[in-house]
C-alpha cells in the first residue's frame, strides 16, 4: 500500500490495493491510521459492488442507516445519490459533516464514484481542525463554551430545500416516513473533540446547526457564517476530482465537505454509505 498526499491541504490518495479482495487486520490498520492521519482516504479504480462498499464500510465499524432516502435495493446500508441532467438541486450541496442531526452522527462516510459528469461535480473537502486550531486563543475559549441546536428541519423539514425539490430525482425519495425526524433537535457542543486524535475541530454548519444554545436565531446565523467562512479559506481545502470506480472515505468528525453542483445536464451517480460515531464531545 502507498500513500501520496499530493491532493491538497487535506486527504491523501492510497494505491496498491484492490477492494474486490478481502482486506488483512493489517491493512485495515494502516487503512485506519492513513485515514485518521488526513481526513480522507482516496483509492481509485476500484469495482465496488454495493455489498462489496458495505463491507468495505464494516471494516471501520458498525453501518448506520441513513434516515432520508431509500437504499438500493442489493443492500440496505447503500444509498444511491443521483443527480439527473434536468435535475436543479444536489445533495450536499453546502457545506457541512454528515448527519450531524443524529444524537450520534456517523463518524465515516464512504463516498463510491459509479459515473461523474465528463466535468464538475467534485467534492470540495475543509480540515476544520487546523481552521480551529488557527484561531486565537481567547476565541476559542469563547466558542468551546457554546452549544448547538442542531436539526435536520431546515434541509429536510417542512419548507426545506430538499423537500421543495421531492420531485426532481432520487431526492425525492427522501420524505417517506420521517416527517417527524425532520424537525428533531438534538444538542451538540459547536467545537467538538476528536475521540481518537484528541484534536479539536469546529463542528457548527450552516445547514445543520439552527442556533447557539441560548441565542437568536440571527446573532446564531452571524458566527456559524464566520466559522464556515473561516474553514474554507483555500489553505484548509482540497478539491476531489472524481472518476468512476474512486471510493472515498472521510472523517465527519473533523472534516466538512460541500458537493459542487456545476454540471448541468450531465448526470452523476454515486453510492453512499455511512459508518456509526459516538455523540459528539
Ligand atoms: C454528501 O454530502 O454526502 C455527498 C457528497 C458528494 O456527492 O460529493
Not at 459492488?49 to 448506520?64: K, M, R
Given at each position: 500500500m502507498q500513500v501520496s498526499t499530493?491532493?491538497?491541504?487535506i486527504g491523501a490518495e492510497v494505491t496498491g490495493?484492490?477492494?474486490s479482495k478481502s482486506l488483512t487486520d493489517a491493512d485495515v490498520q494502516k487503512l485506519r491510521d492513513i485515514w485518521l492521519a488526513h481526513g480522507f482516504i482516496a483509492i481509485r479504480d476500484q469495482d465496488v459492488s454495493p455489498a462489496s462498499q458495505a463491507a468495505f464500510g464494516a471494516y471501520f465499524g458498525a453501518l448506520d442507516i441513513y434516515p432520508f432516502m431509500q437504499a438500493v435495493p442489493e443492500n440496505e446500508h447503500v444509498i444511491p445519490i443521483i443527480k439527473e441532467p434536468e435535475a436543479a438541486l444536489n445533495f450536499g450541496g453546502d457545506w457541512h459533516t454528515d448527519t450531524?442531526?443524529?444524537?450520534c452522527p456517523p463518524q465515516a462516510t464512504i463516498l463510491y464514484a459509479v459515473s461523474v459528469p465528463p466535468q464538475g461535480g467534485d467534492t470540495l473537502f475543509a480540515d476544520a481542525t487546523r481552521a480551529y486550531e488557527d484561531l486565537s486563543p481567547d476565541f476559542r475559549s469563547v466558542l468551546e463554551g457554546l452549544n448547538g441546536v442542531y436539526t435536520p428541519k431546515m434541509v429536510?423539514?417542512?419548507?426545506g430545500g430538499y423537500r421543495a425539490v421531492s420531485?426532481?430525482?432520487?431526492?425525492?425519495?427522501?420524505?417517506?416516513?420521517?416527517e417527524e425526524f425532520a424537525e428533531s433537535e438534538v444538542i451538540h457542543p459547536i467545537i467538538r473533540t476528536h475521540p481518537e486524535t484528541g484534536r479539536k475541530s469546529i463542528y457548527c454548519s450552516?445547514?445543520?446547526?439552527?442556533?447557539?444554545?441560548?441565542?437568536?436565531r440571527e446573532e446564531s446565523k452571524s458566527l456559524i457564517a464566520y466559522l464556515t467562512e473561516h474553514l474554507t479559506q483555500s489553505q484548509y481545502v482540497t478539491r476531489f476530482k472524481w472518476q468512476p470506480g474512486t471510493l472515498v472515505m472521510w472523517d465527519n468528525r473533523c472534516l466538512f465537505h460541500n458537493a459542487l453542483?456545476?454540471?448541468?445536464g450531465f448526470r452523476r451517480h454515486m453510492h453512499r454509505v455511512i459508518v456509526k460515531g459516538d455523540r459528539p464531545k
Amino acid at each position: 500500500m502507498q500513500v501520496s498526499t499530493h491532493l491538497g491541504p487535506i486527504g491523501a490518495e492510497v494505491t496498491g490495493i484492490d477492494l474486490s479482495k478481502s482486506l488483512t487486520d493489517a491493512d485495515v490498520q494502516k487503512l485506519r491510521d492513513i485515514w485518521l492521519a488526513h481526513g480522507f482516504i482516496a483509492i481509485r479504480d476500484q469495482d465496488v459492488s454495493p455489498a462489496s462498499q458495505a463491507a468495505f464500510g464494516a471494516y471501520f465499524g458498525a453501518l448506520d442507516i441513513y434516515p432520508f432516502m431509500q437504499a438500493v435495493p442489493e443492500n440496505e446500508h447503500v444509498i444511491p445519490i443521483i443527480k439527473e441532467p434536468e435535475a436543479a438541486l444536489n445533495f450536499g450541496g453546502d457545506w457541512h459533516t454528515d448527519t450531524s442531526y443524529k444524537v450520534c452522527p456517523p463518524q465515516a462516510t464512504i463516498l463510491y464514484a459509479v459515473s461523474v459528469p465528463p466535468q464538475g461535480g467534485d467534492t470540495l473537502f475543509a480540515d476544520a481542525t487546523r481552521a480551529y486550531e488557527d484561531l486565537s486563543p481567547d476565541f476559542r475559549s469563547v466558542l468551546e463554551g457554546l452549544n448547538g441546536v442542531y436539526t435536520p428541519k431546515m434541509v429536510h423539514g417542512e419548507g426545506g430545500g430538499y423537500r421543495a425539490v421531492s420531485a426532481q430525482s432520487q431526492l425525492g425519495k427522501a420524505y417517506g416516513g420521517n416527517e417527524e425526524f425532520a424537525e428533531s433537535e438534538v444538542i451538540h457542543p459547536i467545537i467538538r473533540t476528536h475521540p481518537e486524535t484528541g484534536r479539536k475541530s469546529i463542528y457548527c454548519s450552516r445547514p445543520h446547526t439552527h442556533r447557539i444554545e441560548g441565542w437568536r436565531r440571527e446573532e446564531s446565523k452571524s458566527l456559524i457564517a464566520y466559522l464556515t467562512e473561516h474553514l474554507t479559506q483555500s489553505q484548509y481545502v482540497t478539491r476531489f476530482k472524481w472518476q468512476p470506480g474512486t471510493l472515498v472515505m472521510w472523517d465527519n468528525r473533523c472534516l466538512f465537505h460541500n458537493a459542487l453542483n456545476d454540471y448541468q445536464g450531465f448526470r452523476r451517480h454515486m453510492h453512499r454509505v455511512i459508518v456509526k460515531g459516538d455523540r459528539p464531545k
